[in-house]
């Protein structure tokens, strides 16, 4: 802090020492004793006698004990001040500065340069002065105070603010230049300031007086400069420095969760360095470069505060740059001060006066700037790691011997060893399954068996995908967190939790968005991962992501399918913070782009006040947001107009570039930089699906290889499907390892190869495209690439529609053949056997209806295939829908039957002939039955008639039945409900009593038979329960039912309920899956309660009697 | 910052060497005053300065003290470039300690040339009898790259005044042919002190 500075070999008192008694300088200096030289001013105005100057040579004791003078006077040192007793009182005479001498023979002795004489007092104005020098202004105040109190200061301020405005108008455009050009400009900026300033006379007298004064008034003009203008050159630094500084950002928010012990920091410094961080985080607060170079100082000296309460052993707690360094990487990183390299660079090339503690301040940036190049570099997230597998070996060498199973298995987690994890976790049972086995019975508790119980281990079955260690982590959490992918699957496997928390609330998805491992990321969200959840402070795993500037990360969130409806874009943490708050606070760009497209709002306030737009470093990110909030319009007309171009005005290019202009034209200021930005991704990719998607139509199918990035070899060399390879060799289905990638050639991340899968705007993929081209070889291919046949675009349309509306039969039948599903509506309810009788054709139609396609399933409008065959009058495919059982008096929405859609004679026949048939047979009651549903009134008799058509014995009935009646909205029924319970009906109780009774009988459940396993993929059970009228016995019978079957009768399950208020079908519903809850795998409501929901309809109590007794019959029946 | 007839001398200087070694007990030893504890209040050894007056020549010594952890070891060249003196520290009864001296020295020659003045100090002498760094290798080897050997220990306090005298005798000296050289630079900031610091004589920092 010496400000005060000469040099002694000028001050007369120390040259008439050297001089004139140079004998008595030989011999204090030999013996190393140290001289007191009043100050230049002082000395120069008195005569020094000798005995002056001997009061000044201090030597030491003999005994080391204390000081005295060359005279015999005793002296202390105290406080850097030397004391001394002068006319019986203690005076104080401070030291400005220390200086070590070394005369001739290299004989070290110290100077102290001290305020005034040692023996005379010190004349009282003299030592005003001298306080005042010596503090520097501690606010700006001060600092203008220095510059402009004195007369004439007024018109040299306004002078300078002159001169200063037209500058910080210019910054504006500096953003755009080189660092080095905006560091000139201010530089000269600077000597200007100084010039005038010094033009002032009585500033010029002043600063003539010593180098110091110069030096005051330097720091003086630029504090006052860059006060001025900071604002605007500031953000010109700031935006020139944003992409380093977001880079910064994203290594420092990664390591946010950092611990002092990861960084070998000691616990002792704690205190210090919460102080010092409060202070470090107003750093932002200081305009000029000298301001935050203060605060620094100040954050270090905070530091350096010698700590309490430790047993006076203030040494051990020296601030050695060992220390300082990880403390002030430390701070950085929790500072959470998102502009770090523009404030080093402002703090170090803007700093122009260079005269204050100039070299402390760049040990000070130095140490700053060694800490912010570590974040960087990496190697401390590495560190991080090391040291915390470190600790667990060591925790585990602790308890060598014993080594706890469960820190054994957390280390393998984390080092991915999967052998020994699969090892640990592997068949949890089998011990103790073995042990039971060697019993004499399981129960048997004889001291054999006793002892072997004993020695089972525990300890071993201990370990689970369950188990949580000391932060509340499960295994998932610690594969998430150092990037185990390969854990994930095998984790999961084992019943591992999805979306566990620790104690903070983070799910092994936060804590993989926060270190950004992008294939964690996936595979979690392909496992159903939460992606909303909030932790304790309310940060989703997209706050998570975005904070650390994982771009690959919040990519893969929005993108993948599955969560896009769900993940809300807009939460709030505590703060008020929304993810956009975040990246524009970070300053990542392509993330802020990323989550505009994704209409991310950006009015959204925070706690502070703020949108993300207020929080923005910088102008890059400013614009982009203008840009933004200006024009949603033009935005959304560029996509629009872009799909336009894409899918139905490919031939002309021109719109595309009419659309763009007026985005890059409107803001004023020529934005060359947002141009690539507007041009995104997207862009490039949408032109790729069009280019494809034309060579589709085209059917060149060796230019759509290439647009695929297929090898010419590829169809013939891996005749096998790609699935096939895909699940033999890839570590898992979504795994990004280099392997793994280059086998997924199109894989969700790659940009550039496009996925065979890949859809444009309105989800239509190729395998659409080649379909509606009726290229059958395309179709081969694709499919072969691994094309998912069951795709949908956004009106539902599947290929097989495609196919089957260009009446093409070899395209149907192959799609068909490879599994893609035959009574899929597109959005008007059109199944492709609709579409083909659309169409007239016959093959498809047999093709179609080979592959079990309903016949009597109707469209939106209620229409059946038949309505359509015969309002197009194909006479084949009415022949061929009614050989199948299409029922000709079906009636559509409009109550018309196909009927009334004719009035061809043959097709009246027909259709004559069939419904007498049907009605004489009386074999298609299903049909019947559909029909009465939807007309029936709400009499019991009709619903008896209903239950009466199940005599008929036909399955299908059954099934018909029992699907509607599962498909019945529980809830929604239960509200029409009027009715109370009275559970003292004595017929209700005893149904309630036979029916728990059958409920708890599990030794029926043993029996269950699938009927149907012709498609495991899509089976879903229904089970009957197969009581006799007494039910003294008790069978349970399962049946399976293609879950496109149940979506068949689903609308006319609702019907039914419509038509009948049917409190009946709603118990028949709680009635069957009360009867076997087990089975049933839908069914989680204990059977109790469901008992007690059919208490509710009192009134429906002889119905309910009824269909017990109707299934009694079925079962009867059925057998 | 050197003006007034090239008698102002403002010079920075590093303190390299594995942790451990005594780096900064060296410089703490070398800046305190025994009468005067001004610097015993402010806790921190990692920047500290000294003002010298060697035969009226005034040398304003800035020590910027390193951290001697092998992680941070990248970070050097932030902390080295533009000292005038570096003062390599090694522990003299560690070799170790001793190779990673000839490292730093490598890579200081390889970057800064000879604009650097170094020291290499050989510290704990108070430990003679562990020593594993002999006496006549180190000395050679400090002759062969053309820096000056100490024999120190801060415990005792022995040679470290010598050593930062030679280095600032040292850094004015190339300060004056810079001088010659380039009569307007006479800012000499390129002295880099390396110190060898023995490891035991670290015990705390400040061990006085």
Same mark, same amino acid.
């Given at each position: 802090?010496?400000?005060?500075?000469?040099?002694?070999?000028?001050?007369?008192?120390?040259?008439?020492?050297?001089? +004139?008694?140079?004998?008595?300088?030989?011999?204090?200096?030999?013996?190393?004793?140290?001289?007191?030289?009043?100050?230049?001013?002082?000395?120069?105005?008195?005569?020094? *006698?000798?005995?002056?100057?001997?009061?000044?040579?201090?030597?030491?004791?003999?005994?080391?004990?204390?000081? &005295?003078?060359?005279?015999?006077?005793?002296?202390?040192?105290?406080?850097?001040?030397?004391?001394?007793?002068?006319?019986?009182?203690?005076?104080?005479?401070?030291?400005?500065?220390?200086?070590?001498?070394?005369?001739?023979?290299?004989?070290?002795?110290?100077?102290?340069?001290?305020?005034?004489?040692?023996?005379?007092?010190?004349?009282?104005?003299?030592?005003?002065?001298?306080?005042?020098?010596?503090?520097?202004?501690?606010?700006?105040?001060?600092?203008?105070?220095?510059?402009?109190?004195?007369?004439?200061?007024?018109?040299?301020?306004?002078?300078?603010?002159?001169?200063?405005?037209?500058?910080?108008?210019?910054?504006?455009?500096?953003?755009?230049?080189?660092?080095?050009?905006?560091?000139?400009?201010?530089?000269?900026?600077?000597?200007?300031?100084?010039?005038?300033?010094?033009?002032?006379?009585?500033?010029?007298?002043?600063?003539?007086?010593?180098?110091?004064?110069?030096?005051? @008034?330097?720091?003086?003009?630029?504090?006052?400069?860059?006060?001025?203008?900071?604002?605007?050159?500031?953000?010109?630094?700031?935006?020139?420095?944003?992409?380093?500084?977001?880079?910064?950002?994203?290594?420092?928010?990664?390591?946010?969760?950092?611990?002092?012990?990861?960084?070998?920091?000691?616990?002792?410094?704690?205190?210090?360095?919460?102080?010092?961080?409060?202070?470090?985080?107003?750093?932002?607060?200081?305009?000029?470069?000298?301001?935050?170079?203060?605060?620094?100082?100040?954050?270090?000296?905070?530091?350096?505060?010698?700590?309490?309460?430790?047993?006076?052993?203030?040494?051990?707690?020296?601030?050695?740059?060992?220390?300082?360094?990880?403390?002030?990487?430390?701070?950085?990183?929790?500072?959470?001060?998102?502009?770090?390299?523009?404030?080093?660079?402002?703090?170090?090339? /803007?700093?122009?006066?260079?005269?204050?503690? /100039?070299?402390?301040?760049?040990?000070?940036?130095?140490?700053?700037?060694?800490?912010?190049?570590?974040?960087?570099?990496?190697?401390?997230?590495?560190?991080?790691?090391?040291?915390?597998?470190?600790? !667990?070996?060591?925790?585990?060498?602790?308890?060598?011997?014993?080594?706890?199973?469960?820190?054994?298995?957390?280390?393998?987690?984390?080092?991915?060893?999967?052998?020994?994890?699969?090892?640990?976790?592997?068949?949890?049972?089998?011990?103790?399954?073995?042990?039971?086995?060697?019993?004499?019975?399981?129960?048997?508790?004889?001291? &054999?068996?006793? *002892?072997?119980?004993?020695?089972?281990?525990?300890?071993?079955?201990?370990?689970?995908?369950?188990?949580?260690?000391?932060?509340?982590?499960?295994?998932?959490?610690?594969?998430?967190?150092?990037?185990?992918?390969?854990?994930?699957?095998?984790?999961?496997?084992?019943?591992?939790?999805?979306?566990?928390?620790?104690?903070?609330?983070?799910?092994?998805?936060?804590?993989?968005?926060?270190?950004?491992?992008?294939?964690?990321?996936?595979?979690?969200?392909?496992?159903?991962?939460?992606?909303?959840?909030?932790?304790?402070?309310?940060?989703?795993?997209?706050?998570?992501?975005?904070?650390?500037?994982?771009?690959?990360?919040?990519?893969?969130?929005?993108?993948?399918?599955?969560?896009?409806?769900?993940?809300?874009?807009?939460?709030?943490?505590?703060?008020?913070?929304?993810?956009?708050?975040?990246?524009?606070?970070?300053?990542?760009?392509?993330?802020?782009?990323?989550?505009? +497209?994704?209409?991310?709002?950006?009015?959204?306030?925070?706690?502070?006040?703020?949108?993300?737009?207020?929080?923005?470093?910088?102008?890059?990110?400013?614009?982009?947001?203008?840009?933004?909030?200006?024009?949603?319009?033009?935005?959304?007309?560029?996509?629009?107009?872009?799909?336009?171009?894409?899918?139905?005005?490919?031939?002309?290019?021109?719109?595309?570039?009419?659309?763009?202009?007026?985005?890059?034209?409107?803001?004023?200021?020529?934005?060359?930089?947002?141009?690539?930005?507007?041009?995104?991704?997207?862009?490039?990719?949408?032109?790729?699906?069009?280019?494809?998607?034309?060579?589709?139509?085209?059917? +060149?199918?060796?230019?759509?290889?290439?647009?695929?990035?297929?090898?010419? *070899?590829?169809?013939?060399?891996?005749?096998?499907?790609?699935?096939?390879?895909?699940?033999?060799?890839?570590?898992?289905?979504?795994?990004?390892?280099?392997?793994?990638?280059?086998?997924?050639?199109?894989?969700?991340?790659?940009?550039?190869?496009?996925?065979?899968?890949?859809?444009?705007?309105?989800? /239509?993929?190729?395998?659409?495209?080649?379909?509606?081209?009726?290229?059958?070889?395309?179709?081969?291919?694709?499919?072969?690439?691994?094309?998912?046949?069951?795709?949908?675009?956004?009106?539902?349309? *599947?290929?097989?529609?495609?196919?089957?509306?260009?009446?093409?039969?070899?395209?149907?039948?192959?799609?068909?053949?490879?599994?893609?599903?035959?009574?899929?509506?597109?959005?008007?309810?059109?199944?492709?056997?609709?579409?083909?009788?659309?169409?007239?054709?016959?093959?498809?139609?047999?093709?179609?209806?080979?592959?079990?396609?309903?016949?009597?399933?109707?469209?939106?409008?209620?229409?059946?295939?038949?309505?359509?065959?015969?309002?197009?009058?194909?006479?084949?495919?009415?022949?061929?829908?009614?050989?199948?059982?299409?029922?000709?008096?079906?009636?559509?929405?409009?109550?018309?039957?196909?009927?009334?859609?004719?009035?061809?004679?043959?097709?009246?026949?027909?259709?004559?002939?069939?419904?007498?048939? &049907?009605?004489?047979?009386?074999?298609?009651?299903?049909?019947?039955?559909?029909?009465?549903?939807?007309?029936?009134?709400?009499?019991?008799?009709?619903?008896?008639?209903?239950?009466?058509?199940?005599?008929?014995?036909?399955?299908?009935?059954?099934?018909?039945?029992?699907?509607?009646?599962?498909?019945?909205?529980?809830?929604?029924?239960?509200?029409?409900?009027?009715?109370?319970?009275?559970?003292? !009906?004595?017929? @209700?109780?005893?149904?309630?009593?036979?029916?728990?009774?059958?409920?708890?009988?599990?030794?029926?459940?043993?029996?269950?038979?699938?009927?149907?396993?012709?498609?495991?993929?899509?089976?879903?059970?229904?089970?009957?329960?197969?009581?006799?009228?007494?039910?003294?016995?008790?069978?349970?019978?399962?049946?399976?039912?293609?879950?496109?079957?149940?979506?068949?009768?689903?609308?006319?399950?609702?019907?039914?309920?419509?038509?009948?208020? !049917?409190?009946?079908?709603?118990?028949?519903?709680?009635?069957?899956?009360?009867?076997?809850?087990?089975?049933?795998?839908?069914?989680?409501?204990?059977?109790?309660?469901?008992?007690?929901?059919?208490?509710?309809?009192?009134?429906?109590?002889?119905?309910?009697?009824?269909?017990?007794?109707?299934?009694?019959?079925?079962?009867?029946?059925?057998? | 910052?050197?003006?007034?007839?090239?008698?102002?001398?403002?010079?920075?200087?590093?303190?390299?060497?594995?942790?451990?070694?005594?780096?900064?007990?060296?410089?703490?030893?070398?800046?305190?005053?025994?009468?005067?504890?001004?610097?015993?209040?402010?806790?921190?050894?990692?920047?500290?300065?000294?003002?010298?007056?060697?035969?009226?020549?005034?040398?304003?010594?800035?020590?910027?003290?390193?951290?001697?952890?092998?992680?941070?070891?990248?970070?050097?060249?932030?902390?080295?470039?533009?000292?005038?003196?570096?003062?390599?520290?090694?522990?003299?009864?560690?070799?170790?300690?001793?190779?990673?001296?000839?490292?730093?020295?490598?890579?200081?020659?390889?970057?800064?040339?000879?604009?650097?003045?170094?020291?290499?100090?050989?510290?704990?002498?108070?430990?003679?009898?562990?020593?594993?760094?002999?006496?006549?290798?180190?000395?050679?080897?400090?002759?062969?790259?053309?820096?000056?050997?100490?024999?120190?220990?801060?415990?005792?306090?022995?040679?470290?005044?010598?050593?930062?005298?030679?280095?600032?005798?040292?850094?004015?000296?190339?300060?004056?042919?810079?001088?010659?050289?380039?009569?307007?630079?006479?800012?000499?900031?390129?002295?880099?002190?390396?110190?060898?610091?023995?490891?035991?004589?670290?015990?705390?920092?400040?061990?006085?």
């Amino acid at each position: 802090m010496e400000k005060y500075d000469e040099d002694v070999y000028e001050n007369p008192f120390f040259t008439a020492l050297q001089n +004139d008694y140079s004998q008595l300088y030989d011999e204090a200096t030999s013996l190393r004793c140290t001289l007191c030289i009043p100050q230049y001013s002082v000395a120069e105005k008195n005569r020094i *006698t000798e005995d002056d100057l001997k009061d000044h040579i201090l030597t030491c004791e003999g005994d080391g004990s204390g000081l &005295k003078t060359w005279s015999g006077k005793a002296v202390k040192i105290e406080d850097n001040c030397v004391v001394v007793v002068l006319d019986k009182k203690e005076t104080k005479v401070r030291i400005l500065f220390e200086e070590a001498f070394y005369n001739n023979n290299d004989e070290s002795y110290q100077v102290f340069c001290i305020e005034y004489f040692l023996n005379k007092p010190a004349p009282e104005s003299h030592k005003k002065e001298e306080v005042t020098q010596e503090t520097i202004p501690r606010s700006f105040e001060e600092w203008k105070a220095l510059l402009f109190n004195h007369h004439g200061g007024k018109r040299l301020q306004e002078t300078l603010d002159k001169q200063l405005e037209p500058f910080s108008k210019q910054y504006k455009n500096l953003a755009t230049e080189k660092f080095i050009v905006i560091v000139e400009v201010a530089s000269t900026q600077f000597t200007k300031a100084m010039q005038s300033v010094l033009k002032d006379s009585s500033v010029r007298r002043r600063v003539h007086e010593s180098k110091k004064e110069m030096d005051i @008034l330097k720091s003086a003009v630029e504090m006052y400069m860059m006060v001025s203008i900071h604002r605007g050159l500031f953000q010109a630094v700031q935006t020139n420095l944003a992409a380093e500084d977001a880079e910064v950002n994203k290594s420092m928010r990664t390591l946010s969760d950092i611990k002092l012990d990861e960084l070998g920091i000691r616990q002792e410094f704690m205190y210090n360095i919460k102080q010092a961080k409060k202070e470090l985080q107003t750093l932002n607060k200081y305009g000029s470069p000298l301001g935050r170079l203060l605060c620094l100082k100040r954050v270090v000296s905070h530091l350096s505060t010698p700590i309490k309460n430790t047993n006076k052993k203030d040494q051990s707690l020296m601030l050695t740059t060992d220390e300082f360094l990880p403390i002030m990487i430390y701070l950085i990183i929790k500072s959470e001060i998102p502009n770090w390299m523009a404030n080093l660079r402002y703090m170090k090339e /803007f700093h122009f006066s260079k005269a204050y503690n /100039f070299d402390e301040f760049m040990f000070y940036l130095t140490t700053v700037e060694a800490a912010i190049e570590h974040i960087r570099s990496g190697s401390l997230q590495k560190e991080a790691i090391k040291s915390y597998s470190l600790k !667990n070996k060591q925790a585990s060498h602790q308890s060598s011997g014993a080594t706890k199973s469960v820190d054994r298995f957390f280390s393998y987690v984390e080092g991915g060893d999967e052998a020994a994890v699969r090892l640990m976790l592997g068949k949890p049972n089998t011990p103790e399954e073995s042990i039971i086995l060697q019993m004499c019975h399981p129960l048997c508790s004889c001291s &054999k068996c006793r *002892t072997l119980l004993r020695q089972n281990p525990t300890e071993k079955t201990l370990v689970t995908a369950y188990t949580r260690d000391e932060h509340g982590y499960t295994a998932l959490h610690i594969a998430a967190l150092h990037g185990q992918a390969h854990l994930v699957d095998l984790l999961i496997q084992h019943g591992a939790v999805v979306n566990a928390s620790d104690y903070l609330g983070y799910t092994p998805l936060h804590l993989a968005c926060q270190k950004g491992y992008q294939n964690i990321v996936l595979l979690l969200i392909h496992f159903d991962a939460d992606c909303t959840q909030p932790d304790s402070v309310g940060n989703t795993p997209l706050h998570m992501c975005v904070d650390s500037g994982h771009e690959d990360c919040v990519k893969a969130l929005l993108f993948a399918d599955k969560v896009r409806t769900c993940i809300d874009m807009n939460a709030q943490n505590n703060r008020g913070d929304t993810p956009l708050h975040l990246a524009s606070k970070w300053g990542y760009e392509s993330i802020i782009q990323t989550l505009l +497209d994704n209409n991310a709002r950006i009015d959204i306030k925070n706690r502070k006040k703020q949108t993300p737009c207020n929080v923005a470093q910088n102008a890059h990110i400013q614009k982009m947001f203008k840009q933004y909030d200006s024009m949603p319009l033009v935005m959304t007309g560029r996509q629009k107009s872009q799909s336009l171009k894409d899918y139905e005005v490919v031939s002309i290019p021109k719109p595309h570039k009419d659309s763009v202009e007026p985005v890059t034209a409107s803001p004023s200021s020529p934005s060359k930089l947002f141009t690539p930005v507007v041009a995104s991704l997207d862009q490039v990719r949408n032109h790729k699906i069009t280019l494809l998607f034309k060579a589709i139509e085209q059917g +060149d199918i060796p230019l759509v290889m290439f647009h695929m990035k297929w090898n010419n *070899t590829g169809p013939e060399s891996g005749p096998s499907s790609p699935e096939a390879v895909g699940d033999q060799e890839l570590c898992h289905p979504l795994c990004q390892c280099p392997k793994c990638s280059s086998l997924q050639q199109g894989s969700v991340s790659s940009e550039n190869s496009l996925n065979v899968n890949v859809a444009d705007d309105k989800l /239509f993929r190729p395998l659409h495209k080649a379909c509606q081209a009726q290229n059958l070889d395309l179709v081969k291919l694709f499919i072969n690439k691994g094309a998912e046949v069951n795709v949908h675009t956004k009106k539902g349309i *599947t290929p097989l529609h495609l196919a089957a509306i260009n009446q093409n039969t070899m395209i149907v039948l192959h799609l068909l053949k490879h599994g893609a599903k035959v009574n899929v509506r597109d959005s008007y309810g059109d199944t492709p056997l609709h579409l083909s009788c659309y169409k007239g054709c016959k093959d498809s139609v047999d093709c179609l209806l080979m592959y079990q396609a309903k016949v009597n399933i109707s469209n939106s409008i209620g229409n059946t295939p038949l309505h359509i065959a015969v309002k197009t009058s194909s006479e084949p495919v009415i022949v061929k829908l009614l050989a199948e059982g299409a029922y000709p008096l079906a009636k559509n929405k409009e109550g018309h039957t196909p009927f009334d859609y004719t009035k061809v004679p043959r097709i009246r026949d027909l259709l004559n002939t069939h419904i007498t048939k &049907k009605e004489l047979s009386a074999t298609s009651p299903n049909i019947e039955a559909d029909k009465e549903i939807k007309a029936s009134p709400t009499t019991p008799d009709s619903i008896r008639n209903i239950f009466a058509s199940f005599e008929g014995r036909s399955r299908e009935n059954l099934l018909t039945l029992t699907s509607s009646i599962k498909c019945v909205d529980r809830r929604e029924s239960l509200k029409k409900t009027p009715e109370v319970n009275d559970r003292s !009906n004595p017929d @209700l109780r005893s149904i309630r009593h036979s029916l728990s009774i059958q409920n708890f009988d599990l030794s029926g459940l043993r029996h269950v038979e699938l009927l149907d396993k012709s498609e495991p993929l899509y089976i879903y059970r229904l089970a009957m329960n197969m009581a006799s009228d007494d039910s003294e016995t008790t069978r349970a019978q399962a049946f399976a039912e293609n879950s496109d079957a149940e979506d068949d009768v689903f609308e006319k399950t609702e019907s039914i309920e419509k038509d009948t208020k !049917n409190q009946d079908s709603e118990l028949q519903d709680e009635h069957v899956s009360s009867k076997s809850p087990t089975i049933i795998t839908d069914s989680k409501k204990p059977a109790d309660s469901a008992v007690e929901e059919n208490n509710e309809s009192q009134s429906d109590n002889i119905i309910t009697n009824q269909i017990v007794n109707n299934n009694g019959d079925i079962n009867t029946n059925t057998e | 910052m050197a003006d007034s007839g090239g008698r102002n001398f403002s010079f920075k200087c590093v303190l390299l060497g594995e942790g451990c070694v005594g780096k900064t007990s060296l410089v703490l030893r070398y800046v305190e005053n025994k009468f005067n504890d001004k610097h015993i209040t402010t806790l921190q050894a990692s920047f500290l300065t000294k003002k010298l007056n060697i035969g009226g020549k005034r040398v304003n010594l800035s020590i910027w003290d390193t951290a001697g952890q092998e992680r941070f070891h990248a970070l050097g060249p932030i902390y080295y470039r533009d000292s005038n003196g570096a003062i390599l520290v090694y522990d003299i009864t560690d070799e170790d300690s001793f190779q990673k001296v000839k490292n730093w020295v490598k890579e200081l020659r390889k970057m800064l040339g000879n604009d650097i003045c170094l020291c290499i100090a050989g510290n704990k002498i108070d430990l003679e009898k562990e020593r594993h760094v002999s006496v006549a290798d180190a000395e050679a080897y400090a002759a062969s790259v053309g820096a000056k050997h100490f024999h120190t220990s801060a415990k005792l306090n022995k040679g470290i005044e010598e050593m930062f005298l030679d280095l600032s005798k040292g850094m004015i000296e190339k300060a004056g042919q810079d001088n010659n050289r380039n009569q307007k630079d006479s800012t000499n900031r390129k002295s880099v002190v390396v110190v060898d610091d023995d490891p035991s004589a670290q015990q705390k920092t400040g061990c006085c």
